[in-house]
T-cell receptor
Framework: GAVVSQHPSRVICKSGTSVKIECRSL??????MFWYRQFPKQSLMLMAT?????????EQGVEKDKFLINHASLTLSTLTVTSAHPEDSSFYIC???????????????FGPGTRLTVL | AQSVTQPDIHITVSEGASLELRCNYS??????LFWYVQSPGQGLQLLLK??????LVQGIKGFEAEFKRSQSSFNLRKPSVHWSDAAEYFC??????????FGAGTTVTVRA
């Protein structure tokens, strides 16, 4: 149990276009989902926290108009990178928190990540 | 603020040798601590976690970690590493609202 999927796993787009990344909790209801960004050889940096049915909370320095997050259901959150530019190229990872697999709710279950390359 | 520090950026170990990765945390109360492993281009896999109880925690792939409150540490160990253990390892602590704060990571290289 406690499986989180991301789609797509890899995307290449042209500068100026928008890209949507989906994060799904497959076998549990995720009350909270998180989006992280990871640059090569670096740690994960939290971008935003989203709770189902409410607006996402963005970390300091993250442009909310640039990175649109929607958490419309307890199993799906989406991250849309609007007007992408080469500096947005990164590895984006989502995670989901909920009472999955007997977990306490303090545990996050991670998706496999999405590699975004903006040309 | 709650945080973790991983002092070692890179560790090289011979196959079959033991491995210990250090993690120090900063948190007033009993922390929720995790160790994750990440292979290149992959997501994070949970190795083990500590919430409470027994301070020696067993995880997957033969890993274990020991919570030491007196030293504010949660070091990860494996008695005998395999070449497949070469990866990036992250220690993390739950701060609040389920947020995770990650350490900078330790890259493990395994030599034959």
């Amino acid at each position: 149990g406690a499986v989180v999927s991301q789609h797509p796993s890899r995307v290449i787009c042209k500068s100026g276009t928008s890209v949507k990344i989906e994060c799904r909790s497959l076998d549990f209801q995720a009350t909270t989902m998180f989006w992280y960004r990871q640059f090569p050889k670096q740690s994960l940096m939290l971008m935003a926290t989203s709770n189902e049915g409410s607006k996402a909370t963005y970390e300091q320095g993250v442009e909310k108009d640039k990175f649109l997050i929607n958490h419309a259901s307890l199993t799906l959150s989406t991250l849309t990178v609007t007007s992408a530019h080469p500096e947005d190229s990164s590895f984006y990872i989502c995670s989901a928190a909920g009472l999955a697999g007997g977990g306490s709710g303090n545990e996050q279950f991670f998706g496999p990540g999405t590699r975004l390359t903006v040309l | 603020a709650q945080s973790v520090t991983q002092p070692d950026i890179h560790i090289t170990v011979s196959e079959g040798a033991s491995l210990e990765l250090r993690c120090n945390y900063s948190y007033g109360a009993t922390p929720y601590l995790f160790w994750y492993v990440q292979s290149p281009g992959q997501g994070l896999q949970l190795l083990l976690k500590y919430f409470s109880g027994d301070t020696l925690v067993q995880g997957i792939k033969g890993f274990e970690a020991e919570f030491k409150r007196s030293q504010s540490s949660f070091n990860l160990r494996k008695p005998s590493v395999h070449w497949s253990d070469a990866a990036e390892y992250f220690c993390a602590v739950v701060t609040n609202d389920y947020k995770l704060s990650f350490g900078a990571g330790t890259t493990v290289t395994v030599r034959a």
